[in-house]
């Protein structure tokens, strides 16, 4: 059984970066094609970006430019680098593991962009 935990969120201000990391336990993990997905307040949850195990990469538009999403497969770790972060990247981010038609999810982490 994967689980998946986040860490990293927090308060930043406008302008400002953060860094979140995705910690995956199990085997499967190098195999897995790795997202970020963020909900904000009354919103529907999204794609952020997402990353397969051959480290392709693709980003929702608005997060292109700012956030760079990465991973270590020696740390089980997947991590999303945001920067110049704006307001309304306010929400709960969640890393996500795809692998073979099955999907499992963290337990998000809230990051508020505010000053």
């Known amino acids: 059984q994967v689980q998946l935990v986040e860490s990293g969120g927090g308060l930043v201000q406008p302008g400002g970066s953060l860094r979140l990391s995705c910690a995956a336990s199990g085997s499967i993990f190098s195999f897995a094609t790795m997202g970020w997905y963020r909900q904000a307040p009354g919103k529907e949850r999204e794609a952020v970006a997402l990353i397969t195990s051959g480290r392709i990469t693709n980003y929702a538009d608005s997060m292109k430019g700012r956030f760079n999403v990465s991973r270590d497969n020696a740390q089980n770790t997947v991590y999303l680098q945001m920067n110049s972060l704006k307001p309304e990247d306010t929400a709960v981010y969640y890393c996500?593991?795809?692998?073979?038609?099955?999907?499992?999810w963290g337990q998000g982490t809230l990051v508020t962009v505010s000053s």
């Open positions: 996500n593991a795809l692998f073979r038609n099955v999907q499992i």
